[in-house]
């Protein structure tokens, strides 16, 4: 069933490529827009100077050092860019994501202005939802770290280090599974909030829990196989590119493609678990949507 | 069987009571101290003999102490107060983890009791809190070169660990424990008290040391163990040391241990069970130290060093130097690639058994000559041992040498304070980079100055000197003046004692075409007219070379003294200028900004073409997030 899901979610996906394309643009643009002063700043730096010779063969500490001390007025303007940036995305993620659902549970081929209908209809409560999210995740960070404490506390006494690492990397792995649970629940909000159309998020949350409640292992399997999924995307990724010498500008050219190519792949994965969660949680089985959306 | 006769060989220097037969220094103060340690309360129970000889002219009407351990023995005292002030976060210790040493009894000659005359005094700040020198009136004066004997019991409670000394957990490690006398030179006692910043001198002596503690602990010390005696629950470790100003010792049940034979000195390392994978590595760079100092400077003199890698929680005991004995740091599953821990820090601390434990400099007044000499010599042996370019680290694929460490400390404070000042005289956060850093640089510029020929002349020389003696900032200078063919007082002057910077840039490079008529021939030729504008940004003086290359491949040098503060060189030449460079060599590392240096006709945008896509990788990843996230 599980296994069944992601290959229904990751083909009907697939078959949304605007979609994925519509994700991967946002990425591109926003990059390139925010990268802008950052990288004019290491080309003002660079670019006359004889070091920038050395520079195309290996990554020289001195340099870059140099380069953070002597620029670091406007590569702080940058940086600062470079947050807002990844504000702006996780906005926009959060905008779309009610035209990303409804047209997974209408099965129907994208349309643009259904899409963006959607997404205008939700908007508020969308919004609403991922703040609400982002505190929850935060206290669920927080609860982690509180159980961790006695473990700092007893460390000199209690362990040696190498059974402290592989402890450490367990802790991680069980925090890694009590915030990915908060993201499920959001994530199934999401969905709850599209299919009902609710005026109140609370209500969508507390629908979100039962349906988990009612398929616990299987959604929560669901869930990290896809993680696991996309682990092993990233692991082909840094594998493929650790054998691409960049020091030549045809190597530099197809390391950019093969990182968008994977940057599709990733957002391909990111969307296919709404489209996974539907199917197996059975929220948009036997159900009409809401009569006002789109 | 071929072990069996190593084994012997190892063994043979502790056969004999006398290590060396001819002393190596003059064996001023002399030491033996039979101790106990209650590990249970934290506390050593000792008692000390010293022999102690007037090795100046003057008659000397008191004597001066160090208690070291006192820096802990209030949240007020020097120390203490001080570490807050320099670093905030420095939280206030509970009771129980503070320590102190006690004095009990305290006997000259075996006939004067003088317990009650012993006064805390604090020569370098007035805190009336501060308890780390005490001075004490004599009945008559010491005569020079006569010898005095003090009998002197104490207690000394170690502290939770701090500044490489005390306790933690099981572990232990004794250093500054005992009361020390000061150094009497000039008709002056320098008995300093124990700073944040501050190290230590001593006069060398020799140190017998019996040590009890419960019988299940390893241990390592500075000296040569020569004999054990163990009961039911007690052992007694005999240990003896020659020539040396001080006595470490460090012990911890779970000890593992690995001996070596490197260039005739034995090598005993105790490591952390869990640190077994690190084992290899501490070998290889303690290797790589002796053999390079063997061919560099002089062959080790003792016939021991123990080197110490501590257990997690007592990492606050690591980096640290002793006389013939070392402690490391190491973390498991720390990467090979990236070698700050343990190959720098023992590499570090070996070096520091020259400059410090051999040529015993006054650590508290003068800094910069144990730790920026060690910090050179340590660059000099990673360069050697792990290659120049990423002596210290190719994690990521990141080069990053040891020379490349000590410009980024150099860069973030270059104009904070100047380096020979003492210890505790330096502004906030300045002692780190004009006693560390900056030094190892003033010191590899210097190099690249005079040659490596004369450099090591130099150095070879300030040692043979200098051996087993307190040499001064002064001295090494002089040294240099006899050595090299310039007068070096204009380097000095600006490197030691200014906080000036030096800073060269290539501020323009442009070039013309002109069209000239030939007289002889009577042809027009192609004439290019090039500038090169060249700019001191600092207020540092340094001549540097400068070169010009042009688009037929020739090269123009020349040499600018750098006094002007802008410099402008033309050349009339057949062919088109493509760069100048500053320093071409990259000879001066006190130069703030490299990339300066040069400059280019035509720009080159595949470096920012390049630097681009390791950007974009992590930017737009960042975007994505991790997994849902």
């Not at chain 2, 200014?498 to 002889?520: G, I, M, N, P, W």
Request: aromatic fraction near 16%; include cysteine.
């Amino acid at each position: 069933m599980i296994i069944k899901s992601i290959g229904w979610g990751l083909i009907k996906t697939f078959k949304q490529g605007t979609l994925i394309f519509l994700f991967w643009s946002v990425n591109l643009i926003i990059s390139l827009i925010f990268l802008f002063p950052y990288l004019s700043a290491f080309n003002h730096f660079f670019s006359e100077r004889i070091v920038s010779r050395l520079l195309e063969q290996a990554n020289v500490y001195t340099y870059y050092t140099e380069f953070f001390h002597f620029f670091a007025r406007p590569l702080q303007i940058a940086r600062g860019n470079l947050l807002l940036g990844r504000l702006l995305i996780l906005i926009i993620s959060v905008i779309l994501s009610a035209g990303v659902i409804s047209t997974f549970l209408r099965d129907d081929q994208l349309n643009s202005k259904k899409f963006g209908a959607d997404s205008w209809h939700f908007l508020g409560r969308m919004l609403r939802l991922g703040i609400f999210q982002l505190f929850i995740v935060i206290f669920f960070l927080m609860v982690s770290i509180v159980l961790y404490l006695p473990v700092i506390y007893f460390l000199p006494s209690l362990f040696v280090e190498n059974i402290y690492f592989y402890f450490l990397i367990g802790w991680a792995g069980l925090a890694y599974l009590f915030v990915l649970f908060a993201f499920l629940v959001f994530d199934l909000s999401r969905i709850q909030l599209v299919k009902q159309d609710s005026p109140s998020i609370l209500k969508t949350i507390w629908m979100a829990v039962l349906s988990l409640w009612r398929n616990p292992v299987q959604i929560y399997l669901l869930y990290f196989l896809l993680s696991l999924i996309w682990a092993a995307v990233i692991l082909v990724y840094w594998t493929l590119q650790s054998y691409l010498s960049n020091n030549s500008f045809t190597g530099i050219l197809l390391e950019l493609v093969i990182l968008q190519f994977f940057v599709g792949i990733q957002y391909w994965i990111r969307l296919s678990r709404f489209s996974a969660l539907i199917n197996i949680s059975g929220i948009g089985e036997n159900q009409e949507m809401a009569g006002n959306i789109g | 069987m071929r072990s069996i006769i190593l084994i012997i060989l190892l063994q043979l220097p502790v056969l004999s009571q006398i290590i060396f037969q001819k002393p190596l220094s003059e064996r001023v103060a002399n030491y033996h101290i039979k101790a106990t340690l209650d590990c249970q309360a934290k506390m050593i129970k000792a008692s000390e003999k010293l022999i102690w000889r007037n090795s100046s002219q003057q008659l000397i009407r008191e004597l001066q102490f160090h208690l070291y351990m006192n820096a802990f023995r209030n949240d007020s005292s020097t120390f203490l107060s001080q570490s807050r002030k320099l670093y905030p976060d420095t939280p206030s210790r509970p009771r129980q983890e503070l320590g102190g040493v006690y004095i009990q009894r305290f006997v000259l000659n075996s006939t004067y009791d003088l317990l009650h005359s012993i006064e805390y005094i604090q020569p370098n700040d007035s805190n009336q809190h501060d308890s780390t020198v005490v001075k004490v009136k004599l009945p008559q004066p010491v005569q020079p070169g006569e010898e005095v004997s003090l009998e002197i019991d104490f207690r000394c409670k170690l502290p939770k660990i701090i500044a490489r000394t005390g306790y933690s957990d099981d572990f232990f490690l004794l250093g500054q424990w005992f009361p020390k006398i000061g150094v009497y030179q000039e008709g002056k006692w320098y008995c300093h008290q124990f700073f944040p910043n501050s190290e230590f001198f001593a006069d060398f002596g020799n140190y017998e040391v019996e040590f009890t503690l419960p019988i299940q602990y390893i241990t390592g010390a500075t000296g040569i163990l020569l004999r054990e005696e163990s009961g039911d629950s007690l052992k007694t470790l005999f240990y003896r040391a020659e020539d040396v100003h001080d006595f470490a010792v460090v012990a911890w049940p779970k000890f593992k241990q690995e001996i070596r034979d490197i260039k005739g000195t034995r090598v005993i390392l105790l490591y952390a069970p869990e640190h077994s994978v690190h084992s290899k590595r501490y070998m290889t760079a303690i290797t790589a130290a002796i053999k390079y100092f063997n061919n560099w400077i002089s062959p080790f003199p003792y016939p021991q060093i123990t080197v110490v890698d501590p257990p997690i929680h007592a990492l606050r005991a690591g980096g640290m130097e002793y006389p013939c004995f070392i402690t490391g740091g190491a973390i498991w599953g720390f990467p090979a690639e990236f070698r700050l821990f343990p190959e720098e820090v023992t590499i570090h601390e070996f070096a520091h058994q020259y400059f410090y434990g051999i040529l015993a400099s006054n650590e508290a007044e003068e800094p910069w000559l144990d730790e920026g000499f060690t910090c050179y010599a340590t660059l000099k042996i990673m360069n050697h041992a792990y290659g120049k370019s990423a002596s210290l680290s190719e994690l990521f694929n990141i080069q990053i040498s040891q020379i490349d460490e000590y410009k980024r400390s150099y860069l973030k404070r270059p104009d904070l304070d100047s380096v020979w000042k003492a210890s505790w005289d330096f502004r906030r956060r300045a002692y780190g980079v004009n006693t560390y850093a900056k030094p190892a640089l003033i010191l590899h510029t210097l190099e690249n100055f005079l040659g490596q020929a004369q450099m090591d002349t130099i150095m070879r020389r300030y040692y043979e000197k200098w051996k087993f003696r307190h040499p001064r900032t002064a001295d090494f200078l002089a040294l240099v003046d006899s050595i090299s063919v310039r007068d070096m007082g204009w380097y000095f002057d600006q490197a030691l004692l200014s906080t000036k910077v030096l800073d060269y840039e290539v501020d323009s490079l442009s070039c013309e075409e002109a069209v000239t008529l030939d007289s002889s021939q009577g042809e027009a030729i192609n004439e290019y007219h090039s500038r090169v504008v060249i700019k001191r940004l600092g207020d540092f003086i340094f001549p540097v070379e400068i070169a010009c290359i042009f688009d037929n491949g020739d090269t123009l040098r020349q040499n600018w003294d750098g006094v002007d503060s802008v410099y402008v060189l033309d050349y009339c030449t057949t062919s088109r200028i493509r760069e100048a460079q500053v320093d071409p060599g990259q000879k001066v590392w006190l130069d703030l900004n490299w990339s300066n240096n040069s400059m280019m006709m035509k720009k080159n945008y595949f470096a920012t073409i390049r630097h681009w896509l390791q950007v974009m990788k992590i930017y737009q990843q960042s975007l994505l997030g991790v997994f849902l996230f």
